[in-house]
């Protein structure tokens, strides 16, 4: 069996929403401390707080640029509240796996999200519960 599926194959050599938002709403900044990668996410939001656009830079692994594709495809469009309850375990299902030493790229790219709604939250004023972006959903099952 390859190592990789064709949908990560396909997101890593044809990575999707990558780049810069200069205007960006929402930037965030994450490092892994196992690999030392980093991964940054920018989040264009309308004024009814739904995600229009979505950019990705990644100083990354394959896994790392294909999770953080296929990650801004599945909250492009949809409200913050959404982007939040993304977690990595649903951005492997949706690249139909990783290897499991590589899960924790596709930690990466839902910490990289989350720090970026935070951004947005603190930018716009946006009252949440610090709690929720001290956890860690890390799913490596
Ligand atoms: Fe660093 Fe994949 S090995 S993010």
Redesign the pocket.
Known sequence: MALYSEKVMDHFTNPRNVGKIEDADGVGEVG?A????IMKIYLKVDDEGVITDVKFNTF??A??IASSSMATCLIKGKPVSEALELTNKAVVEALEGLPAV?V??SV?AEEAIKAAVKDYNDRHGVKYDPEIFKEKHIHED
């Open positions: 892994n196992r690999c030392g990668d990354g692994c896994s790392a590589k924790h790229c990466l």
